[in-house]
């Protein structure tokens, strides 16, 4: 059987629901044993329930419906617990509020902490003397900021890496994956409406940039690739995007005329050479413009423009050269 990927939500829908309904599991039993029918059927429908949201997203994949499920369950079973059996029950509302921060975005999750919280207070109130609603209120205090402040922080830094996979570390232009799904998605516009779009590329490659690794160091190589995709990205529009394509390479992806790429390239071309490197350098790039032609593939694309750009290095260099149809 082929292995299916899942990600990081589906996941972690899926082993909530799995320990949820394992852990129920032998409750269910027990009360059915005790013939305590009215939680016996509150621990069935969470059996029954999570169970199914784990077959439901190894199934579809989809995590939505399911996070928001999983979340009533948990609020629901914590609540209705404590509501039938009294404060011994009260150890569920500690993982209910954990499980609500893994499932749903952490302000929401607060949110529901906050009012299921009250709810049981209130249900527990005249029951619990008051060191032991103050403990309750603590405890579920504290359980509360922990989890909020791992949610927060867990979110962040899955936005970071995110990030991170798809931008170069030193230009801060996209990387090649990010180029390569770019593409995909340019040649599928292209293909579905293609008297309504209209896109190009341009290959840009720095001319004799070894040298300034040879005779300047690498840090200093560095910094030029540095400033030059800063210098691209400064004139690109919202429609253009830039991407380190290797070493010296840039490429960019516009959804534009085939006029206004020419003028695009040129002015590239233009403001790289007229800026003043630090160290005195100075700086030429070759740049290769392909449009996009009916049913090709991306890398065919890429490869247009490729040929066009060494074309424009055997011409002379600093130079555009428009790729032929």
Known sequence: MKYQKRSSEEQIVMSISA???????????????????????LDFVAVATTTSLLAYVYFTKRT?????????????????????????????????????????PPNLAALLCVI?????????????????????????LITFIFSYAFSDRMLYQQAQLLILSYKDPLTGAGNRRAMEEKLIEFVAQQRQQPADNSAC??????????????????????????????????I?????????????EFVVLASNTLEQTIALAENIRQ????????????ITVSIGLAEYQSDETGFEWLGRADTAMY??????RDLCCLAAS
């Not at 599991?25 to 009360?31: G, H, S, V, W, Y």
């Not at 840009?204 to 400033?227: T, W, Y």
């Not at 074309?311 to 002379?316: L, P």
């Open 19 to 41: 320990a949820a309904a394992l852990c129920i599991l032998p409750f269910l039993i027990i009360r059915i044993y005790n013939q305590d029918w009215h939680i016996a059927l």
């Open 64 to 104: 939505l419906l399911a996070r928001w499920v999983l979340s009533i369950i948990c609020i629901g079973i914590a609540t209705g617990t404590i509501w039938l059996k009294g404060p011994e029950q009260i150890v569920w509302v500690y993982p209910a509020i954990i499980c609500l921060f893994f499932i749903i």
């Open 116 to 140: 299921t919280v009250a709810v049981i207070g209130c249900l527990l109130s005249s029951d619990m003397s008051m060191l032991d609603n103050v403990r309750f209120y603590f405890s579920t």
């Open 201 to 234: 590329l341009l290959l840009i490659d720095l001319d004799e940039f070894k040298k300034i690794n040879d005779r300047q160091g690498h840090a200093c190589g560095d910094d030029v690739l540095a400033q030059t995709a800063a210098l691209i990205e400064h």
């Open 236 to 248: 690109l529009n919202p429609n253009q995007h830039l991407f380190r394509f290797g070493g010296e």
């Open 271 to 282: 403001t790289v050479n007229d800026f003043p490197f630090e160290q005195g350098i100075r």
């Open 311 to 316: 074309q424009a290095k055997s011409a002379g």
